[in-house]
């Protein structure tokens, strides 16, 4: 089945430390996007990528880092840089314009 | 700028109380209205693509329909399993990318 898989569903975060959330697509799409969620709150864009090894900062970079190296992977890097990192992360990708499909997100928790 | 915007926050309904949820934007040019249905703790799940005003879809007890300023989600005859955020978002262009502006969302409760 064609989708967007996120791994790992949970992850803790000790303070000073980097953690890497994996997002993974066999849909063929050339963009892909990282967004975070806060509780009760929308979805606020981090990064984004339209084609391998280019990708954007959103509005929310500061603390992240990503990579592009393959078409079906979109790495999510959050640095001890980002003070507050705790929230739910959510990977999607699309078509050019068209309609984005998500994974079903990464909850990190820091410790 | 550009901007979407979702309204009420939150809709407590009835099961069977039909009401509609509103989107409304302020984008140039638009390519595109996005519904979505997130469940809390996972991805938004998509629902409909609207192109043009007048355009409408429908899915089971939802209906999406478009116009020049707003697009609205029709939930005709809810049940508790229609209780989601529902989401919208538009997509934008800048500088030779693009990406995609969501609404805050719409916390919909249906009581039994």
């Known amino acids: 089945d064609g989708g967007i898989t996120q791994s790992p569903k949970y992850l803790f975060r000790k303070e000073g430390q980097n953690v890497t959330l994996s997002c993974e697509q066999n849909l063929n799409h050339d963009a892909m996007y990282w967004y975070r969620q806060d509780p009760g709150q929308g979805l606020r864009l981090i990064y984004y990528?339209?084609?391998?090894?280019?990708?954007q900062k959103g509005d929310i970079a500061e603390g992240y880092s990503v990579s592009r190296e393959k078409k079906e992977s979109f790495p999510l890097t959050v640095t001890s840089a980002q003070k507050n990192p705790t929230a739910f992360y959510l990977c999607a990708s699309s078509r050019f314009w068209t309609e984005a499909f998500f994974g079903q997100g990464t909850r990190l928790t820091v410790v | 700028e550009d901007q979407v915007t979702q309204s009420p926050e939150a809709l407590r309904l009835q099961e069977g109380e039909s009401s509609s949820l509103n989107c409304s934007y302020t984008v140039s040019g638009l390519r595109g209205l996005f519904w979505y249905r997130q469940d809390p703790g996972k991805g938004p799940e998509f629902l409909f693509t609207l192109y043009s005003a007048g355009e409408e879809k429908e899915k089971e007890r939802l209906k999406a329909t478009l116009t020049k300023k707003e697009s609205f989600l029709h939930i005709t005859a809810p049940k508790p399993e229609d209780s989601a955020t529902y989401l919208c978002a538009v997509p934008v262009s800048t500088s030779g990318t693009y990406k995609y502006i969501f609404g805050t969302g719409t916390r919909l409760k249906v009581l039994a």
């Open positions: 990528s339209q084609i391998v090894n280019d990708f």
